[in-house]
């Protein structure tokens, strides 16, 4: 056993046996290099990561190799979902360098933890014009030695062109009609006319950038920005990189027709990807948007829910093919041979309805499931009945590890999503599950002075200080619980999460926000990404929380904070709108008001409070709030003196300091949230 014996990720407890005398990131690490006069390796990757398993076997696992790290080295091993801050910084200094970056991240660092050499994945030999991982070590190795001040030069160099990158974004105006109308040219653009999403593959699901097209649909009425996103995620659903029998997405697309995916789920996809298909069919009724929303919120339940009520991270792309050799896919390929073994007689039908082939679409004639477009009608009873042997097979099979840690922005975006996918479908279990996660945050993950804990596992709370991405999703999702729930205590919480926004994340002068804490521990530099990619930035995400924050309370220094961390869409959202998808949908709130929904009853159990309260949470208006309560209430500031309508419910709707007047019926409301 190494020192990460004792942590909380289970991607550095991976590591606990290898015969590399691994440290965590800590002072010590480094301090320890001083003292032996070596340089660090840092190696940071994460669990469900298919190339970091393969280094991990081939080199961290040989023990000719660990000798050697272990006489020359300090070796630094780190989980890049728990320490996103470190992650960040050297990936930019990667990037910067090489022009690409990926995981496993390899980097070498002075005992001052300034970088000098850099890569991702080495092989144990050397192949494909790489070298092997021992001639990259020997190497620096050998620089260390002999050519010290050539490191420090290059090593001080780095630093200091990484401190000259700060962002700027002309000004706080965030972006108006103009600059949406730009993004959305632009996204056209890279849109793929023939399979949805936008640029080649591999292909991501633009989960936020859908968005963006759904809300500046219902703002504006462009019928190609709803068609982009309906036709995106119609292709999306109808290919592998949805798991046609179990529900949920994998993390993306190797192909540009999303044929065959990279295996590994995680639960920031899943909980963005569900919300985007509730939203769908919020818009537009679709069945198919209904089913995928439902079926990937169960698969989250089902197969992320933690013992504490929490959601794990992920799922691996690797597991067992039966011949105890881990292999990327082998629980969810079929050949069809397999589908005969399994159904007999229906085996010809299931092949047909779901792609298998005898050449296979994925490896060694195998096949991923998908649904593609045919002629034909299915008999839906016996398409079912397929489905539920070859699920019940498949469960059978070796099941891919699981990243049971806890990580709080991602349990946040799955509140929201799963909040509203029960309110929309009448689903009070997913609703339950959401409150069941949120609960955990608060009790877990938030001290007496409302600071976040970036992870937990087993319901010990992770070390590390979360990031501003934990407290604009963690705040997102109790704002979304708020309006579903009609329980105040939400937006307190809310509330207290992004005071520390405004407090320690904010610059004063600029409005700009950073990715650290102002005492966080200080890095080579403090990290600041205003880009969307995998999931929102923690930049976008708190512009949103923030703005919906104000339009709950009125706070003018919230709405003010949005709007300056806004201005930095106005620059990127035209020229780059694919990386700042959610900060573009911010801006389509901004710009809508947002509208702020009171609905007030005469008691908890009145059936038309209940009607309207559901008639407000299913409006499309972009970022529209809803506060639902007993009149009189002090539950929500939005209820203030807000009284029935001749004894009966009403709902009050209001933006940009004009209300109109109230109204007791459903359809009235509809339409003042739909326009």
């Known amino acids: 056993m190494n020192r990460l014996a004792h ?19 800590s002072a010590e690490a480094f301090e320890a290099a001083r003292t032996a006069n070596r340089p660090v390796l840092l190696s940071v990757g994460y669990s469900s990561c298919h190339w970091c398993h393969v280094m991990a076997h081939e080199s961290f696992e040989d023990r000719a190799t660990a000798d050697f790290l272990n006489e020359h080295f300090v070796s630094v091993k780190v989980d890049r979902e728990e320490r996103p801050d470190v992650d960040a910084v050297y990936m930019e200094a ?14 070498f660092l002075t005992p001052d933890a ?11 030999d050397p192949r494909h014009g790489m070298p092997s991982f021992r001639q990259v070590l020997e190497g620096v190795r050998s620089a260390w030695a002999d050519r010290r001040g050539e490191v420090a030069e290059v090593a001080g160099k780095i630093v200091r ?39 080649g593959a591999p292909k991501f699901p633009p989960s936020m950038v859908i968005e963006f097209l759904l809300r500046h649909h219902a703002r504006t009425g462009a019928d190609g920005a709803l068609q982009m996103a309906a036709d995106t995620c119609e292709r999306m ?39 985007a298909y509730a939203h769908l069919w919020r818009a537009t009724g679709s069945e198919l948007a209904r089913r995928v929303a439902l079926e990937t919120a169960d698969f989250m339940v089902r197969e992320l829910r933690t013992g ?18 881990h292999v990327e896919g082998a629980y969810y390929v079929w050949t069809p041979a397999q589908l005969r073994e399994v159904l007999g007689d229906d085996a010809d039908l299931a092949a047909q309805y779901f792609g298998v082939t005898a050449e296979g679409t994925f490896e060694h004639g195998q096949s991923v499931l998908q649904l593609p477009q045919q002629e034909g009608v299915f008999d839906a009873e016996k398409i079912e009945s397929v489905k539920r042997r070859l699920l019940a097979e498949r469960a059978g099979r070796p099941a891919p590890g699981r990243d049971d840690k806890v990580v709080a922005a991602w349990n946040g975006l799955a509140v ?31 001290d007496d002075h409302a600071r976040l804990a970036r992870t937990s596992r087993d319901g010990r709370t992770g070390a590390h200080a979360g990031v501003l991405e934990d407290y604009g999703d963690v705040a997102e999702g109790f704002l979304a619980l708020a309006s579903v729930t009609g329980e ?99 801006a389509e709130a901004l710009l809508d008001g947002p509208r702020e929904v009171a609905v007030v009853g005469p008691d908890a159990q009145d059936p038309a409070t209940a009607a309207l309260h559901r008639t407000a949470l299913l409006g499309t208006a972009p970022g529209a709030v809803v506060a639902a309560g007993t009149v009189g209430s002090d539950e929500f500031p939005l209820l203030a003196d807000r009284p029935l309508v001749g004894g009966a419910a009403a709902a009050y709707v209001c933006r940009n300091f004009t209300c109109d007047a109230p109204t007791t019926d459903p359809e009235r409301l509809r339409a003042a949230l739909g326009d």
């Open 7 to 25: 942590e909380t990720s289970p991607y550095l407890l991976q590591h606990a046996d290898n015969p590399v005398d691994w440290w965590p990131w």
């Open 94 to 107: 990667v990037q910067a360098a090489t022009g690409q970056g990926g995981w496993p991240m390899t980097v």
């Open 114 to 124: 300034e970088p000098f050499y850099f890569g991702t994945y080495f092989p144990p």
């Open 161 to 199: 062109d990484l401190a000259q990158r700060e962002i700027s974004h002309q000004g706080s105006q965030p972006p108006g009609e103009q600059e949406l109308a730009q993004a959305l040219l632009g996204l056209t653009r890279e849109y793929d006319p023939q399979r949805g999403g936008f640029g």
């Open 237 to 275: 659903a109808r290919g592998g990189l949805y798991d046609q029998l179990g529900g949920g997405f994998a993390r993306y697309s190797v192909d540009r027709d999303w044929v065959v995916p990279h295996f590994e789920k995680m639960l920031y996809d899943n909980a963005l990807l569900c919300r």
């Open 308 to 325: 504490e009520g929490g959601f794990a991270s992920a799922l691996d792309a690797d597991s067992d093919d039966g011949t105890g050799r």
């Open 416 to 446: 929201a999503a799963l909040a509203e996918t029960g309110a929309y479908f009448d689903r009070p279990d997913l609703v339950e599950a959401a409150v069941g996660a949120a609960d955990l945050l608060v009790r877990l993950h938030l």
């Open 488 to 586: 105040g205590v939400w937006l307190d919480f809310a509330g207290l999460l992004l005071d520390h926004v405004l407090a320690r994340f904010t610059d004063p002068e600029t409005g700009a926000l950073y990715d650290t804490a102002s005492d966080a521990e200080q890095l080579i530099r403090r990290p600041q990404d205003p880009t969307d990619n995998a999931a929102p930035s923690g930049w976008t995400a708190a512009a949103g929380a923030l703005l919906g924050y104000a339009a709950h309370t009125g706070s003018e220094a919230h709405r003010t904070a949005a709007e300056r961390a806004s201005g930095v869409v106005r620059t990127l959202g035209p020229r780059v709108p694919r990386f700042v998808g959610w900060g573009l949908a911010v």
